[in-house]
């Protein structure tokens, strides 16, 4: 009877199952309230832990013996997370980071040094993967502390705040390989830093960022010690967790397309989505908190 039942990890009492499944009996809602529900939403990945605080999702990359290299493995738990999270409406905000080494060291080298051409361009080799994460509608902050070079730096790149620890390491090392970024590098560094910085640490594959530059340079928001990183990186998920998701949500869409259209074009689309807002019950709740000098209480609708 109970096959095919979903709960998430202790999100749902027993009390809510029973009545979810009109369970009557005395007898089965007590045989109920001894199971504990295990997920079968969250599944056990191998290189990635995922946890939650309050609204925020906390995704770490483990894979510590390769300084976090992004294998297919890797960037499959990644992308199966964030759309995990994407879909989950009790997560407000996504915080993405590695270990206090590395964010990530890059693709992984010796997993892709023998592909072909032929292969890579059929089966569309990092398309797929550097996709899905564009596409996340949720905020995601990374707080990057150690290596963010190659593929780790344009992971970075791809969220939408970047906090970095004094000790972290930007740089775009692939001409060394005999290769060039695959995931944006060329683009979204370009747009980061400008022209000229972009090509020093393109074109050379040695000129790195520390992370008190790539601040400097617009790279990241804010620098804290190593130690503290994590810690103020929830922080911030957790502030704009709190704030109404359709607004975040439709904020995230309109500053992204600054990067997409013309500016008359772009205002267009932020003024639509402003107008849109007051279809909310959101944009109701947070003006009328301020009128009466209360906190709102956001519904996230
Ligand atoms: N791939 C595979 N393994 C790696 C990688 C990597 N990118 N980086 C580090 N490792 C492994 C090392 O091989 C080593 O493994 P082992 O212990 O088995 O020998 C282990 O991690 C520890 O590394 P090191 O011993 O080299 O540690 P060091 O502290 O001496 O050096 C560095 C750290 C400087 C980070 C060094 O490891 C390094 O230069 N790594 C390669 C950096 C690089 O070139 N990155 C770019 C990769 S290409 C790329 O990212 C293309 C992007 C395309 C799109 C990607 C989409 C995500």
Same mark, same amino acid.
């Given at each position: 009877?109970?096959?095919?039942?979903?709960v998430?990890?202790?999100?749902?009492?027993?009390?809510?199952?029973?009545?979810?499944? =009109?369970?009557?009996?005395?007898?089965? %809602?007590?045989? +109920?309230?001894?199971? %504990?529900?295990?997920?079968?939403e969250?599944?056990?990945?191998?290189?990635?832990?995922?946890?939650?605080?309050?609204?925020?999702?906390?995704?770490?990359?483990?894979?510590?013996?390769?300084?976090?290299?992004?294998?297919?493995?890797?960037?499959? *738990? $990644?992308?199966?997370? !964030?759309?995990r999270?994407?879909?989950?409406?009790?997560?407000?905000a996504?915080?993405?980071?590695?270990?206090?080494?590395?964010?990530?060291?890059?693709?992984?080298?010796?997993?892709?040094?023998?592909?072909?051409?032929?292969?890579?361009?059929?089966?569309?080799? !990092?398309?797929?993967?550097?996709?899905?994460?564009?596409?996340?509608?949720?905020?995601?902050?990374?707080?990057?502390?150690?290596?963010?070079?190659?593929?780790?730096? *344009?992971?970075?790149?791809?969220?939408?705040?970047?906090?970095?620890?004094?000790?972290?390491?930007f740089?775009q090392p692939?001409?060394?390989?005999g290769?060039?970024?695959?995931?944006?590098?060329?683009?979204?560094?370009?747009?980061?830093? =400008?022209?000229?910085?972009?090509?020093?640490? $393109?074109?050379?594959?040695?000129?790195?960022?520390?992370?008190? *530059?790539?601040?400097?340079?617009?790279?990241?928001?804010?620098?804290?010690?190593?130690?503290? +990183?994590?810690?103020?990186?929830?922080?911030?998920?957790?502030?704009?967790?709190?704030?109404?998701?359709?607004?975040?949500q439709?904020?995230?869409?309109?500053?992204?397309?600054?990067?997409?259209?013309?500016?008359?074009?772009?205002?267009?689309?932020e %003024?639509?989505?402003?107008?849109?807002?007051?279809?909310?019950?959101?944009?109701?709740?947070?003006?009328?908190?301020?009128?009466?000098?209360?906190?709102?209480?956001?519904?996230?609708?």
């Amino acid at each position: 009877m109970f096959r095919s039942l979903v709960v998430k990890p202790f999100s749902r009492s027993a009390a809510t199952v029973s009545a979810t499944l =009109g369970v009557k009996s005395a007898a089965a %809602r007590h045989q +109920l309230n001894s199971i %504990r529900f295990v997920s079968t939403e969250a599944p056990a990945y191998g290189m990635i832990k995922t946890e939650t605080q309050g609204r925020v999702a906390i995704i770490t990359l483990n894979r510590p013996k390769a300084l976090n290299a992004l294998c297919s493995e890797l960037f499959h *738990e $990644i992308n199966d997370a !964030l759309a995990r999270f994407d879909n989950d409406a009790n997560i407000g905000a996504v915080v993405l980071t590695g270990s206090e080494r590395a964010f990530a060291a890059g693709a992984d080298i010796k997993e892709m040094k023998d592909a072909e051409f032929i292969n890579n361009y059929k089966s569309n080799f !990092l398309g797929h993967w550097a996709e899905q994460i564009s596409k996340m509608r949720k905020p995601i902050v990374a707080a990057v502390n150690g290596f963010a070079l190659g593929g780790g730096c *344009e992971l970075a790149m791809m969220c939408d705040i970047i906090y970095a620890g004094e000790k972290a390491v930007f740089g775009q090392p692939e001409i060394n390989l005999g290769t060039i970024p695959g995931a944006g590098g060329t683009q979204r560094l370009t747009h980061a830093v =400008g022209k000229s910085k972009a090509m020093e640490m $393109i074109l050379t594959g040695s000129v790195n960022l520390n992370a008190e *530059e790539a601040k400097a340079y617009g790279l990241v928001s804010a620098v804290f010690p190593p130690e503290k +990183l994590l810690e103020e990186t929830i922080k911030t998920a957790t502030r704009i967790a709190s704030k109404g998701a359709v607004s975040v949500q439709m904020a995230k869409e309109a500053v992204n397309q600054a990067y997409e259209l013309s500016l008359s074009s772009g205002l267009h689309f932020e %003024r639509r989505l402003f107008q849109a807002t007051f279809a909310t019950k959101d944009q109701k709740e947070g003006m009328s908190a301020f009128a009466e000098k209360r906190k709102p209480a956001f519904v996230h609708e």
